[in-house]
């Protein structure tokens, strides 16, 4: 029976932006992530997913909705306290400024261990040896600031500290988009082995579909702040719904000739994409859908289940 | 008919002068660009690529960067190197354009998208006669065919007022309002999304298959390349390592780190990531006097260590840098 480890139940965040303008920024989503899965959470640049991942850490407190973590319910005005913080962990994008520059590794690593008693003051150091062997960093490393080593290595830095507190949850906002593809390969095994061994569950966080296709369980597609799509990994390569899935998928860059067929028929982006502060009315992509009907210009489409597990908000699918 | 080289570099090697000593980042690229073809320059992050394009355009001059004795860069069999400023300025205005990075870094802020194309027409050759009307129409010519609607509006607009999509496409279009014999684009579509970098690249294709220029095309991403240019520069660590037409790069790569980054990018049709490339990439300051490639390499043996690996010829307009290549 698989067991909800994280709900997000109607979660609004919203952005004031000068006079009487506001930023939709996550609006209205409904998300389960299971226990033990990989979430890709997939979308451009302005949809929301690092948002909802700041919001779901409590960094930002949510302008309305509840999230569910781990049976413990937060609304718009509770905090998170420090159990939830130990379960629950995040990696940033860029290691360059999630690290501070001023601390050495030992630094970086001895403060969640110290902040959540994981082993007594005497064992810190064993206990960072440990953890930087689990992330194939060797044991110099400890004395090492984050200005002395490359790109790759401060991201695993990153990781070793999110998996210091012992978390049954990572939020993974992005983690290899700013290396070298020779590194992420290295980086995305690291995770996915990390994930066995410690029966993690992941969101991944990325706008990379061929990653997503390689490692997670689920997919979830954002748009402007809303869900357009979610479904099963592979039910979704092989049969995107959302136009703005397909236009995605199609739009990716490939290497081979077996991956070019997988790829739906191009589907060109026409339009621009709208702000955020501006949103249409309507459906949000009826800017740049090729299968814009009036009614999308005026009413919004309903999440709706289409297939088993498999969700999609758009008109196409709305009707019988 | 024989294809006139446009862009001639040879044996380029630049240095950066720092405190910690001389970082000897290019090596003897041999790199060039022929009329009407389009060249990928692939590689990955501090390899060089940007580098080699911006001696190319002199744009290293008053930095740490030095062109070292024994470079040549030709354009159209004219020496760039020793240029004086009006022929530099003539290269610059009316021969070479280059799109970079950052579109936010390459707009001036202060001033509206159309004052700044507007002094792009103005100092180039374009409009012989200094008619304003006559420039203004090149520039809404320019706009629209980077498929950006209201060109009148945009042209009175900031560029903090245009999305990052459409500031790379006003880029493009002040690329084009000059005479440009080759165009550069620097990774045009890395701040970008993918489905908007998908119609930057396709805009890029139309100009040059439509029009009479050629294009450098730099990016990391082998897959945006494989769609857009005939021929491919892999680089690594400062130097050329393979060169192929497209097709065969990909069916075919010979040089060890090639093969590395085809099997280190995710594919679409799943099955896990490979183990991407073992190792780091050489010291500048101390480079290795073997191949630069050899630390990493798992074809690696004593001689790839003694000397640097001269290029052969695998197979006709395939190239590569490696004494192990059969």
């Known amino acids: ?320 | 008919m024989s294809k006139e080289k446009l862009l001639d570099i040879q044996d380029l090697r630049v240095w950066f002068k720092t405190y910690r000593g001389y970082s000897k980042v290019l090596d003897g690229v041999n790199f060039h660009v022929n009329q009407k073809e389009k060249v990928g320059l692939v590689g990955e992050s501090g390899c060089g690529k940007t580098t080699t394009m911006k001696a190319a355009l002199r744009l290293l001059e008053g930095t740490s960067a030095s062109i070292r004795e024994g470079s040549k860069v030709q354009f159209s069999g004219q020496d760039v190197l020793s240029m004086d400023n009006d022929e530099l300025l003539d290269y610059r205005r009316n021969h070479v354009s280059m799109i970079s990075q950052s579109p936010m870094s390459a707009l001036n802020p202060v001033f509206t998208i159309g004052e700044q194309m507007m002094d792009v027409v103005k100092y180039s050759d374009r409009v012989k006669s200094g008619n304003t009307k006559e420039m203004e129409e090149v520039i809404v010519e320019a706009v629209n065919s980077v498929m950006i609607p209201d060109p009148a509006r945009i042209m009175k607009s900031y560029p903090h007022q245009l999305s990052g999509g459409m500031r790379q496409r006003i880029c493009i279009a002040t690329a084009l309002v000059k005479p440009c014999e080759l165009l550069i684009a620097d990774e045009p579509g890395t701040a970008l999304d993918v489905t908007v970098e998908a119609q930057i690249n396709d805009i890029l294709r139309k100009l040059v298959d439509e029009g009479d220029s050629s294009l450098v095309m730099i990016t990391h991403s082998l897959g945006v390349v494989r769609d857009l240019v005939d021929k491919i520069y892999v680089m690594y660590a400062g130097e050329i390592v393979e060169i192929a037409p497209t097709k065969e790069l990909f069916h075919n790569p010979r040089h060890p780190y090639t093969e590395g980054l085809l099997a280190s990018v995710p594919r679409l049709t799943g099955g896990g990531l490979s183990a991407g490339i073992y190792g780091y990439v050489p010291d500048y300051f101390d480079p290795p006097s073997g191949c630069r490639f050899a630390n990493r390499c798992k074809y690696c043996t004593d001689d790839c260590l003694k000397e640097k690996p001269p290029m052969v010829e695998v197979s006709p307009g395939h190239f590569v840098t490696c004494i192990r290549w059969q």
């Open chain 1, 1 to 320: 029976m698989s067991k909800s480890l994280l709900e997000l139940k109607k979660l609004v965040m919203h952005f004031p932006a000068g006079k009487n303008q506001v930023v939709r920024a996550v609006d209205n989503i409904d998300l389960s992530v299971i226990e033990g899965e990989v979430l890709g959470l997939v979308g451009e640049s302005g949809s929301g997913k690092s948002t909802i991942a700041y919001t779901v850490m409590g960094m930002y407190n949510q302008t309305d909705g509840e999230i569910v973590f781990d049976g413990d319910v937060y609304t718009s005005s509770d905090k998170r306290n420090k159990d939830f913080h130990r379960k629950a962990q995040i990696v940033f994008q860029d290691p360059g400024s999630s690290l501070n520059p001023y601390q050495d590794v030992r630094t970086i690593l001895s403060l969640p261990l110290k902040v959540h008693k994981i082993v007594p003051r005497n064992e810190i150091d064993n206990k960072i040896l440990e953890i930087l062997e689990t992330v194939e960093l060797p044991s110099n490393f400890m004395y090492k600031s984050p200005n002395a080593i490359g790109g790759g290595e401060k991201q695993l830095v990153a990781i070793a500290r999110a998996i210091c507190s012992d978390p049954k949850f990572i939020v993974l906002d992005e983690p290899t988009s700013s290396l070298d593809v020779s590194i992420q390969a290295k980086i995305i095994n690291m995770l996915m082995g990390l994930k066995e061994k410690n029966n993690l569950t992941y969101i991944f966080i990325t706008h990379d579909l061929a990653v997503i296709r390689n490692v997670s369980n689920r997919v979830a597609v954002m748009y402007l702040g809303k869900i357009c799509e979610l479904s099963p990994t592979e039910e979704f390569y092989a049969e995107p719904l959302h136009p703005y899935s397909q236009m995605l998928l199609s739009a990716i860059p490939v290497v081979s000739e077996e991956e070019e067929k997988l790829k739906p028929a191009e589907v060109k982006s026409v339009g621009e994409v709208p702000s955020p502060v501006d949103i249409p009315l309507g459906c949000s992509f009826n800017t740049r859908c090729k299968y814009v009907q009036p009614k999308c210009l005026e009413v919004d489409p309903e999440m709706k289940e289409v297939k088993p597990g498999h969700f999609v908000r758009c008109h196409l699918y709305s009707d019988e």
